[in-house]
């Protein structure tokens, strides 16, 4: 699993390219009968604005680590297991991309809950003007997805809450002036 996580985070064209087959095969569950065509080239427009911010947030994220994708992927994976790195050019690296992180993140809960509300409208719409099999699977879809979001946002922020004590910690007492 490692190497999978790996590899996504090296490449991010190939885990843009998998999202967007995946929302694909959902709408396509959902709403059966649809060209795959028409759904492939209508998620791909729409999904240009969401590409386009992970692509300025990576691009910022490398920055913060030293410049390179390698930078990012080792840091990342420190923070995964809640290293300090001994380092202090990669702890300052560390340091910044830590605080990027928590700035933003800092209106975690409100999205979620937006979220939630969107979701559940979404749902109950398709409870309304949609067949039964497309309410349970947006039910079932929406369930999962707002649960999972939920709890990857509360281990991140557990995560990088920790490493940010560990790195105020392990920072070194400066002398006053």
């Known amino acids: 699993m490692n190497r999978v996580r790996l590899l996504f985070a090296r490449h991010l064209w190939l885990q843009l390219l998998l999202s967007l087959l995946v929302a694909v095969a959902v709408i396509l569950v959902l709403f059966p009968g649809r060209s795959v065509l028409s759904v492939v080239v209508r998620t791909a427009v ?30 990342d994976a420190e923070l ?73 946002s509360n281990r991140w922020h557990r995560r990088l809450r920790t490493m940010d004590t560990a790195l105020s910690a392990a920072e070194p007492a400066r002398a006053p002036r």
Request: proline share 3%; no cysteine.
């Open 46 to 75: 729409t999904s240009v604005g969401a590409i386009a911010l992970v692509l300025t947030r990576r691009r910022r994220e490398m920055r913060a680590a030293g410049g390179s994708v390698d930078a990012v992927v080792a840091l």
């Open 80 to 152: 995964r297991r809640g290293e300090v790195p001994s380092d202090p050019d990669e702890r300052g690296a560390m340091r910044e991309l830590v605080a990027q992180r928590l700035h933003r993140m800092r209106h975690r809960v409100p999205a979620l809950i937006l979220l939630a509300v969107l979701f559940t409208a979404l749902t109950l719409l398709m409870v309304f003007t949609g067949t039964v099999r497309q309410a349970v699977g947006f039910a079932v879809f929406t369930v999962v997805v707002v649960g999972w979001n939920v709890y990857l």
